[in-house]
């Protein structure tokens, strides 16, 4: 186990973190780098151990990488259009080469393919492979058989093949506890490898052809953009943004992660390192809505019965995050043998939040079972059961306080947040029962609903900041509180809601960008600062076109589209002084409020206010 006092035996091997892109199979999910190296890979799940875990270490934790030998002058990278298949180009002195990286819709096993062609000239090529099982910590068995490569540990199998057309066909040597093959590439030339993962009980899967694997790819993509029904304004960025929700679904249950990635710090070198390899029930409001209006229903359909299935049971069990199929227990563990991406320790798998109390899911619920469509088959869990009884539930617990929608690790709180949607919750339950004429306690609901919208405004705002703040009593403000309007609490043109929105701007903007929260105002158990929080950076955008302020809402909008990276992917937070991304990757938060601030922005969305006291 590798500590900081000891000597660093090898170099850390990460790029910044928007140098990655995503290639995916709507189960697990692999980052590749500019440099052309797959660095994160958990296989057979996104919430898997990862196979390749050189993002949170050094070549030892694994990579599989695939570049020109010599040195490389320009590198330029693109999606397929309509796709998920990166397109990477390498130009060197001695010519161009372009490797196409994609992972095929999942049959029986899970594959990466990787195709490398020849553009022009005559390039030196060099693939370096390195399976390392369990997070980077197990070196497998290996052992060839005919051009094929298998490796094994405990329940783990991998199978590496590769082909040439035209050319000289790419040998593979051992080296170094890595398998490596060097190739030299002219133009019209074409090596492609296959890595396939199965279970080590498992027969050895058979051969995918590379050719028809990417017509496969390319079609399901395409197809599936086909169906967005969204025309409006940044229709580029929004295709995109759904995309990536899309590749980060877990198609088996319809569950979609909150990125693809763990540990990835919100500082760097600092302990804000979290794994996101999970569903957050706070998502599903949001992401039902973008589905929806953008034309997928039958995703927004598979989320609800997702959401249906990880509620079910006993009300006062409701957690904020679930397992990719509903599983509860998300034990927070570290890696001690992982050196952390640039030194930010610890690294952390599992999730302890998900033991936390957070009182803001159960609007987020409630609005989720609104908006979304019924299914054929509500799997035998009936919708408006489980809203009455954790309304029901809800009117006992509103009163307590939370850890909030940030998780925070420094006490619990009556976060403003947390109350406004519990207010939520119960307003639209009230909506449903008269919509659906479900079962409840109507008029206990009205009366919990009304006191509390009556006691967020007594507490939760503060006359001398003209806001809302974190939580009541406090003056430390908290952007969280940007969504008040959003979701109807109060009409956007109330004094209060423009108050908050000011004083937002001037007390949480760093560089023009929104932080959550000050730590240093708001202790949250925690070391250190975080960057600036995307998400909310969009919800501002939001606010401030619905206020009227439009042309202040576009320019902000146009200063966040143009931090995405070169294939237009956000992560969760970005450092405004350094100048680059923070936090796990690809982000589905930030896609989603993205995607929702392109809504607001061309006129597909505005708020529906509640009627306080119907």
């Avoid at 090596?191 to 027969?203: D, N, P």
Wanted: glycine share 8%; aromatic share 10%.
């Amino acid at each position: 186990m590798w500590s900081k006092e000891q000597e660093k035996p090898v170099p850390l091997h990460a790029a910044r973190i928007e140098d990655y892109a995503l290639i995916g199979d709507c189960e697990t999910g692999a980052l590749v780098s500019q440099e052309g190296s797959i660095d994160w890979l958990c296989w057979p799940s996104f919430s898997s151990g990862a196979c390749f875990a050189a993002l949170l270490g050094t070549a030892e934790n694994g990579y599989w990488s695939l570049r020109p030998k010599g040195e490389i002058r320009s590198v330029t990278r693109r999606y397929q259009p309509g796709t998920m298949i990166v397109e990477t180009t390498f130009v060197t002195d001695e010519g161009e080469v372009c490797l196409t990286d994609f992972m095929p819709p999942r049959g029986k096993h899970s594959d990466v393919v990787r195709i490398v062609s020849g553009v022009r000239g005559k390039v030196k090529m060099r693939m370096e492979l390195a399976i390392r099982f369990d997070y980077g910590l197990t070196v497998p068995w290996v052992t060839m058989h005919e051009e094929e490569l298998r490796a094994v540990a405990g329940p783990n199998m991998v199978v590496l093949r590769s082909e040439c057309v035209r050319g000289e066909a790419a040998k593979l040597r051992g080296e170094d506890l890595k398998t490596v093959s060097e190739f030299t590439l002219r133009e019209k030339d074409r090596v492609c490898f296959v890595l396939t993962y199965a279970a080590s009980t498992e027969e050895v899967p058979a051969r995918v052809p590379p050719d028809d694997a990417l017509k496969d790819t390319h079609d399901y993509w395409c197809d599936w953009t086909a169906r967005m029904k969204y025309g409006g304004k940044y229709a580029d960025a929004v295709a995109r943004s759904l995309m990536t929700l899309k590749a980060m679904t877990y198609r088996p249950t319809g569950g979609i992660v909150a990125a693809v990635t763990a540990g990835l710090p919100e500082r760097i070198g600092g302990e804000r390192n979290w794994d996101y390899r999970y569903c957050w029930l706070r998502d599903t409001s949001f992401t039902l809505l973008v589905l929806i209006r953008a034309g997928y229903t039958e995703e927004a359909v598979q989320w609800r019965l997702w959401l249906l299935r990880a509620i079910a049971g006993a009300p006062e069990q409701v957690q904020s995050l679930y397992g990719l199929s509903g599983e509860r227990m998300l034990p927070e563990w570290n890696a001690g043998w992982l050196r952390g991406y640039e030194e930010s320790c610890p690294v952390r798998f599992g999730n302890a939040a998900a033991g936390q109390f957070q009182l803001d899911v159960f609007g987020e619920v409630a609005v989720a079972l609104q908006r979304t469509p019924e299914a054929d088959d509500d799997i035998r869990v009936d919708a408006a059961s489980v809203q009455a009884k954790l309304i029901d539930h809800l009117c006992h617990v509103w009163t307590e306080p939370d850890e909030g929608i940030w998780e925070t690790r420094g006490g619990r709180k009556h976060f403003v947040h947390s109350k406004v949607m519990a207010w939520v919750a119960l307003d639209r339950a009230l909506k449903n029962y008269e919509r659906f004429d479900g079962g409840g306690d109507v008029k206990r609901w009205k009366k919990n609903r009304d006191l509390l919208h009556k006691e967020i405004c007594e507490k939760g705002f503060n006359k001398k900041l003209n806001a809302f703040t974190q939580s009541y009593g406090s003056d430390a403000l908290d952007a969280s509180c940007l969504r008040m309007g959003l979701v109807g609490f109060l009409p956007m043109d109330d004094p209060r809601i423009v108050g908050t929105v000011d004083a937002i701007q001037k007390n949480l903007m760093q560089d023009g960008f929104v932080q959550r929260y000050r730590p240093e105002k708001a202790p949250d158990g925690l070391k250190g600062n975080e960057g600036a929080f995307l998400a909310c950076s969009f919800w501002l955008v939001a606010c401030l076109h619905l206020l009227g302020r439009k042309d202040e809402a576009a320019g902000m909008f146009e200063r966040l589209l143009a931090l995405r990276n070169d294939v237009g992917l956000l992560s969760e937070e970005y450092d405004p002084v350094g100048k680059r991304m923070l936090g796990n990757f690809p982000q589905a938060l930030s896609h989603i409020a993205l995607t929702h601030a392109a809504f607001t922005l061309s006129g597909h969305w505005a708020p529906e206010p509640q009627a306080l006291g119907k």
